[in-house]
């Protein structure tokens, strides 16, 4: 992982300001993406033990 991370940044450091700024806004879509699937996730996990406990409840 290292060894591909390490080969990115060098080959950024050929590359022109506009398209590294570019890669920056997908870096940034790809994280945010990531971080609201991981909240959608825990959102549902929630709601599942919520609707067990009111079927126990029930």
Do not use: C
Request: net charge negative; charged share 35%; aromatic share 8%.
């Amino acid at each position: 992982m290292e060894a591909l991370i390490e080969e990115i940044v060098r080959k950024l450091h050929h590359l022109p300001e506009v398209k590294i700024l570019e890669l920056l806004d997908f870096v940034e879509f790809f994280t945010w993406n990531k971080e609201r699937l991981i909240s959608q996730q825990v959102e549902s996990d929630v709601t599942s033990q919520e609707d067990h406990e009111f079927e126990a409840i029930a």
